[in-house]
């Protein structure tokens, strides 16, 4: 069995990109809306990488990203981090984000992703995205059985942050503006106002 790591010997992090839904409620498809010029998708990658990640990947069937399909596609955003859990080899640490958080910037990532290292997962105080979790066996099983869950409340986020006693960070105003998500044309033309 593998030591685990101390507290100055930091699991790898892998950022990942939510990006596998239908955009139902936007009329058309999120991750390419034009965001300063590239796809809102690339301009998320590029705030994981400034975050300082080791590596990123793409939630969803995205052949021009590298995505990761969903093993099991309708089932949501748990879904497709439970098939980039099943992509990703060994102990890790991801940090999750939504692919529809425009403002979202690096240094908020990087506090999420550096912060309470010890805890199994952690989010932002009143949002389940963006999220960091420590992908271990434990945390596997746990993914596993929510996606058996009946109920869609079972198969979800909110659900497995619940399981992990999920940890949280308190943000400025500031940092709480970056979590406008996008999900409707409405909330799209207020964040690019």
Excluded at 86 to 96: D, F, P, S
Excluded at 158 to 165: G, K, T, V
Aim: proline letters at 7%.
């Amino acid at each position: 069995m593998p030591a685990m790591p101390t507290a100055t010997e930091r699991l790898p992090c892998v950022g990942v990109v939510l990006a596998g839904g239908r955009s139902t409620r936007m009329g058309r498809d999120k991750a390419l809306l034009d965001w300063q010029g590239r796809p809102l998708l690339e301009r998320r990658l590029d705030a994981l990488r400034a975050s300082g990640v080791d590596d990123v990947r793409v939630s969803g069937d995205r052949p021009a990203y590298q995505g990761v399909a969903d093993a099991q596609p309708g089932l949501g955003p748990l879904a497709g981090l439970a098939a980039v859990a099943e992509a990703t080899a060994g102990e890790a640490e991801l940090l999750v984000i939504p692919v529809d958080m425009p403002l979202l910037g690096a240094a908020l990532l990087r506090r999420l992703r550096m912060e309470q290292p010890a805890a199994c997962g952690l989010r932002c105080a009143g949002h389940v995205l963006p999220m960091r979790l420590r992908l271990d066996p434990a945390s596997r099983a746990l993914l596993a059985a929510l996606l058996r869950g009946r109920e869609p409340r079972q198969r979800s986020l909110r659900a497995l942050q619940q399981a992990l006693d999920c940890a949280e960070i308190a943000l400025t105003l500031d940092e709480a503006a970056q979590l406008a998500d996008c999900n409707t044309e409405a909330s799209w033309h207020e964040v690019n106002r």
